[in-house]
């Protein structure tokens, strides 16, 4: 089944959400600062935490936090085109984007011939 415009704005609206809480926990203190929150590092003592360990985290995050806004930023847009209303409209030809594709990236904003175009630039 084809997810709705709705459903895909929906779900646009979680990935926001989503994005920005995990930046919000990305600047909290750097590294150490998820622990009381997950738990799920107990047992790894400090002991690990040497220098290079501590520049591989900061690396680490760093390009997290990259990647994450940049996915905020393609879901912002998204949620501008719906506004707009030209969600589902390729950004640089204006043709429709594949609606199986928009499932699996809602805030994709480009058709995949452009896309691919792009991409060999
Ligand atoms: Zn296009």
Redesign the pocket.
Known sequence: MIATKEMLRKRLEEERARLLSELSQLSIGGSGATEDMTGEHAGYGNHLADDATEIFEQERNLALRRNLQNLLAMSEHALHKFDAGTYGR?D????PIDPARLEALPWAS??I??KARQERR
């Open positions: 390729c640089e030809c204006g043709g480009l058709c011939r452009c």
